[in-house]
């Protein structure tokens, strides 16, 4: 078991944490954005991305979280695309 040391400087892996869920859901924008363009309005990708990603936005585990929003972005968007 490890101790957890307690410092007032930040933890470089957690700006490593938010730099790879930023790229992520940049990467999940520009997925969806390809797959659904022409098939549902615009900017609406981008909003439901948004707001599915605020959902996970106090999540204690992140390292899910773009999977997750993937996941549920695209069920929305293809709902909205039927």
Do not use: C, Q, W
Request: charged share 25%.
């Amino acid at each position: 078991m490890t101790a957890t040391v307690h410092t007032s400087e930040p933890r470089p892996a957690v700006t490593d944490e938010v730099r790879y869920e930023t790229e992520a859901i940049a990467n999940i924008l520009g997925a969806l954005d390809a797959e659904f363009a022409g098939r549902v309005p615009a900017g609406t990708v981008e909003d439901t991305v948004a707001a599915v990603h605020e959902r996970f936005r106090d999540a204690n585990v992140r390292e899910f979280a773009p999977l997750m929003v993937l996941r549920r972005a695209h069920a929305k968007l293809a709902a909205i695309a039927r």
